[in-house]
């Protein structure tokens, strides 16, 4: 039997972030996360690039976009999306997820989903390094992980 299990570490690699300026407050958080795991698994602040995009529906375009760059190991979306009076965030959710998904299956390097989606604003904080835990620290670890896997597999 062969199991595949990922290593945690990022020494020597090269990762890109998009993250979206609306709701900055929660994803200035994610960001510091996703820094602060790196930093702590042996990425150099020079190998990260970061891109802000106007809001979470742009992250994909961009993301792709940046993917043709070839430059990176892995890519981490960032954002926030919490639930309004309407159902607005619902068709943002899904059309964020929808776009994140299929690079990902496309692309031949990990695109991790670190988008935060909250009914409530208490609930986005949870999850941006409070109660919760960090969604961009768990983004950075998962980057790390996945692109160990992806090695490990494409060297048969």
């Not at 290593?7 to 602060?36: H, P, W, Y």
């Not at 043709?68 to 999306?81: N, V």
């Not at 964020?96 to 009914?119: N, Y």
Request: hydrophobic letters at 45%.
């Amino acid at each position: 039997m062969r199991v595949y299990k990922g290593q945690i570490t990022g020494k020597g690699l090269k990762f890109g972030i998009v993250i979206s300026r609306f709701n900055e407050f929660i994803t200035g958080k994610l960001l510091e996360g996703a820094m602060d795991a790196f930093a702590r698994h042996g990425v150099k602040e020079e190998d990260i690039e970061v891109a802000w995009v106007p809001g979470s529906f742009e992250i994909p375009a961009l993301a792709s976009h940046l993917l043709k760059k070839k430059e990176f190991d892995a890519l981490i979306c960032l954002g926030a999306i919490i639930r309004g009076e309407t159902s607005h965030s619902e068709a943002i959710s899904s059309q964020v997820a929808r776009g994140i998904s299929g690079l990902a299956l496309r692309e031949k390097i990990p695109v991790i989903f670190g988008i935060v989606t909250a009914d409530t604003l208490e609930q986005a904080i949870e999850r941006a390094g409070t109660k919760a835990g960090n969604r961009g620290w768990d983004a950075a670890i998962s980057a790390m992980e996945m692109v160990d896997l992806y090695r490990q597999l494409g060297k048969k």
